[in-house]
């Protein structure tokens, strides 16, 4: 019904920054709240930023506050994740995720689709 596909992931030293998209397919998308979640190795997965269905809801990690911006064209069923001033912690696989809901929140369980995910390396 949905399907959400990633990219943008790399490697990239610490201090620089990446983009990444998540396309989506499906009907509704502007209905959808939209996050981004990572998992680095060996910890669980967790909330880095949501966007609700309007788009004015806005929810980040304090890790990510002022360095990650989240934004949405809806036009072309995309969701971004702007990093800048990137840090070797924030080394994890990204996923980017949909709450057909429209909720906005960082709980995972509210997120019924899932991308494959995206590989974000930083290097020190």
């Known amino acids: 019904q949905v399907q959400l596909v990633e990219s943008g992931g790399g490697l990239v030293q610490a201090g620089g920054s990446l983009r990444l998209s998540c396309a989506a397919s499906?009907?509704?998308?502007?209905?959808?709240?939209m996050a981004w979640f990572r998992q680095a190795p060996g910890k669980e997965r967790e909330f880095v930023a949501a966007?609700?269905?309007?788009?004015?809801?806005?929810t980040y990690a304090e890790s990510v506050k002022g360095r990650f911006t989240i934004s949405r064209d809806n036009g072309k069923n995309t969701v971004y994740l702007q990093m800048n001033s990137l840090k070797p912690e924030d080394t994890a696989v990204y996923y980017c995720?949909?709450?057909?809901?429209?909720?906005?929140?960082?709980?995972?369980?509210?997120?019924?689709?899932w991308g494959q995910g995206t590989q974000v390396t930083v290097s020190s």
């Open positions: 995720a949909a709450d057909l809901l429209g909720r906005g929140s960082d709980r995972f369980i509210e997120y019924g689709y």
């Open positions: 499906g009907p509704a998308f502007t209905s959808y709240a």
């Open positions: 966007k609700n269905w309007s788009g004015g809801g806005t």
